[in-house]
């Protein structure tokens, strides 16, 4: 039984760095989202390509490939600039799930139908206003389903940290597993995750309540 | 049936408009005095909301200009008009949409209460007290903290004239206000805009209501192909028009 409890233990410390890990990447990629969304529906044409160019790089390659292109690549690239292993993986996922945000973002904004910008301009509200007051408010409800299928990718893909070292739950998990050839870590390893996913999904569908009160 | 004074409220000269090579209008010309209640009639793709549209800056017209109080927001000489300036010009002009275009995110006293909170900057209570008084006289007062989702077409009506009202406008444009909307539920809407009438607002209204049309205006236009075809009091336009199209047009109606 204290077999169990210290195995735990431990993999819960690295549950400890995965949550640090998933909750920067939200804290960023969702404001990174929203500001790129911005700009991928500008009228500015430049603007608009180098978001593009962004998008399609970040979702069409692999996550894990991104995270040994920060961290092995990029010091290469720029002489000096060597990320330590957390800051490096914390800035991949970020710069990842922002591109994803900001495609699901641009598709919530342009959802918004016209009526509600011109009902927005004969108030005389200006275009910072009716994004903020009208249209975003409206976007964030129709978001919420797949942001929160993004969460849950999110929870899950942090576990790719383990190709650099960091001590994560699944880490953590295999150090018990080849250390005493025993399968029970893992078990332990799947626990950890799902309930960590409950919790999302349990947020969401708070979330999604709470956004209920209209159409 | 208003009275109308000889202050000028809207001055249109020369307006055009195309989409491509598409015109949608043709060199209108238009003036509006205080009080004037005008209807625009006309068949479908005439320019009447394309019209109503432009003088409220929805649509940029292609050439002519458009003075609202005397005020230029758009210039004959095609130099532009900052965005500011015709954003507090328009502010003038109130509008109502077809399709009502009602904030479904926001209950009726929070749609009514958005532009004076946000763009007049009046503080909540104020413009809670104003909105309140607003949604009584269209007739909501029992409504005010219900969603748009939950409210009648006729009653979603009702609350975009409130929003409309709330911002003090001096000029009422309405778009086809009542084409939305099922036949048993277009009177309580027409009662509201005739109650503005007898308030002497000065209001354009786009409609198919022929009767209303006639009841309560001081001018009707008839617009067919972007031009004005003819102006003139409903007793004229729906008893003896000068052009032979608007009786076809009137005969098709009834």
């Known amino acids: 039984m204290s077999y169990l ?31 790129c969304a911005m700009a991928k529906t500008s009228r500015i044409r430049a603007v608009r390509i180098v978001m593009e160019l962004y998008t399609s790089i970040v979702r069409g390659t692999p996550l894990l490939l991104q995270i040994f292109f920060v961290y092995y690549g990029l010091p290469i ?4 600039l060597r990320l330590e292993r957390f800051s490096a993986a914390a800035l991949t996922f970020v710069l990842n799930y922002g591109a994803y945000f900001t495609e699901i973002f641009r598709g919530g904004i342009q959802s918004i139908d016209r009526g509600q910008y011109e009902a927005s301009r004969v108030l ?37 940290v383990v190709v650099l070292g960091i001590g994560d739950i699944l880490r953590n998990s295999k150090e018990i597993v080849s250390r005493d050839f025993t399968i029970v870590p893992f078990v332990i390893a799947a626990g950890v995750y799902l309930l960590m996913n409950y919790g999302v999904v349990l947020f969401f569908k708070k979330l999604e309540q709470r956004y209920s009160v209209y159409e | 049936m208003s009275e109308t004074t000889d202050r000028e409220m809207i001055r249109v000269e020369g307006l055009c408009k195309s989409y491509g090579s598409l015109e949608v209008l043709k ?24 019209f109503l549209r432009s003088l409220i800056h929805l649509e940029e017209a292609s050439a002519g200009s458009i003075l609202i109080e005397g005020e230029a927001v758009r210039r004959a000489d095609n130099k532009s008009v900052p965005d500011a300036k015709i954003r507090q010009h328009c502010r003038k002009l109130g509008m109502v949409f077809q399709n009502f275009n009602l904030f479904p995110h926001k209950t009726a006293l929070g749609n009514v209460m958005e532009g004076p909170v946000t763009v007049l900057k009046k503080s909540r209570a104020d413009a809670e007290r104003e909105a309140r008084a607003l949604l009584d006289k269209v007739g909501l007062a029992g409504q005010a903290m219900q969603y748009p989702c939950t409210l009648s077409g006729g009653q979603k009506q009702r609350v975009a004239i409130a929003r409309a009202l709330a911002m003090e406008p001096d000029i009422m444009l309405f778009d086809e206000p009542t084409s939305a909307l099922d036949p048993e ?37 008839f617009m067919d192909e ?3 075809l003819e102006m003139a009091p409903p007793d004229k336009i729906f008893t003896s028009p000068d052009h032979p199209r608007i009786r076809t047009f009137l005969d098709k109606m009834i």
Do not use: C, W
């Open chain 1, 124 to 160: 005389g509200m200006s275009y910072v206003q009716t994004m903020t007051r009208i249209v975003l408010p409206q976007t964030i409800k129709r978001v919420l389903p797949p942001v929160a299928n993004e969460a849950i990718t999110l929870v899950k893909d942090t576990a790719l």
């Open chain 1, 77 to 80: 690239l720029l002489p000096g």
């Open chain 2, 27 to 50: 060199e209108v010309d238009l003036s509006v005095k205080k009080g004037e209640i005008i209807s625009i009639i006309g068949p479908s793709g005439s320019g009447k909301s394309t």
């Open chain 2, 185 to 221: 539920l277009i009177g309580e809407v027409l009662a509201v805009i005739k109650a503005l009438a007898e308030e002497h607002m000065t209001m354009l209204v786009v409609t198919h209501e022929m009767g209303f049309a006639r009841e309560v205006s001081d001018q009707v236009i």
């Open chain 2, 226 to 228: 972007g031009r004005i």
């Open chain 1, 5 to 35: 409890i210290k195995s735990a233990q431990y993999i819960l410390e690295g549950g400890a760095v995965t949550l640090k890990l998933f909750f920067i990447t939200l804290a960023f990629s969702l404001p990174l989202g929203f500001v």
